[in-house]
């Protein structure tokens, strides 16, 4: 379950959200299970941030950092994370449907864990 403070603050927007994350660098956030349909989260620092089981159906996550993060679980359906940095993300039992990467997963390997049906490489 989601850090109510940590969620509070995101949802004063991405602005607010990466000061935040400067300035205690040393959280981990905890957003797992977090509802974030929709969400503007173009150039959101969510590096190592748990997002285990969060909705982010629709989500703009265009530019975001989410290196080091955990999207164990995730449902993406539909999410935009084209030039999204996935540096070590873990997307084991993510749903990948309908995404836009990009080239980002082009070469990934294929996993039976990573639901990528639907999801669009443009």
């Known amino acids: 379950m ?11 927007g991405k602005k ?3 000061q935040w994350r400067k300035e205690h660098a040393d959280i981990q956030p905890d957003l797992s299970g977090a509802k974030l349909r929709d969400a503007n989260l ?12 969060a909705s982010l159906v629709g989500a703009d996550l265009k530019l975001a950092d989410l290196s080091d993060a955990n999207l164990r ?7 935009d994370l084209t030039r999204a ?3 070590r993300t873990d997307l084991t039992d993510a749903n990948l449907n309908g995404v836009l ?4 997963l082009r070469k990934m390997p294929c996993s039976r864990k990573v639901d990528k049906c639907g999801t669009v490489f443009a």
């Open 2 to 12: 989601a850090n109510q403070e940590h969620l509070d603050i995101l949802r004063q």
């Open 16 to 18: 607010a959200w990466n």
């Open 42 to 53: 173009v150039w959101a620092n969510l590096s190592r941030v748990n997002l285990s089981g």
């Open 73 to 79: 679980g995730a449902n993406l359906y539909g999410a």
């Open 85 to 87: 940095w996935l540096h």
């Open 101 to 104: 990467l990009g080239p980002v």
